[in-house]
Nanobody, 114 residues
């Protein structure tokens, strides 16, 4: 079994910053990629940022230059530094890990007030 535990969500004013963390534990043997998705009310879940085992990174266009994903392989942890937050960034953010299949965290709420 694999568990993903997220932390760092909350309420912030527009222009502010938050840092999300996600730690993976359990049967970890070969992680292909880790990243973050988000889902706003009434919308589909979408990719925010993903980093693969080789260090290649993919960002959603609207967060480029504002969000930074990083990964600590020794700790099986992925981070998402979110700066210059906008109200449209408001969503539940889900940690994702790919190891043979997809694993998901429980989600953490990020609310950006205008």
């Amino acid at each position: 079994q694999v568990q993903l535990v997220e932390s760092g969500g909350g309420l912030v004013q527009a222009g502010g910053s938050l840092r999300l963390s996600c730690a993976a534990s359990g049967r970890i043997f070969s992680i292909s990629a880790m990243g973050w998705y988000r889902q706003a009310p009434g919308k589909e879940r979408e990719l925010v940022a993903l980093i693969d085992s080789g260090g290649s990174i993919n960002y959603k266009d609207s967060v480029k230059g504002r969000f930074t994903i990083s990964r600590d392989n020794a700790k099986n942890t992925v981070y998402l530094q979110m700066n210059s937050l906008k109200p449209e960034d408001t969503a539940v953010y889900y940690c994702n890990m790919v190891q043979i299949r997809n694993y998901w965290g429980q989600g953490t709420q990020v609310t950006v007030s205008s």
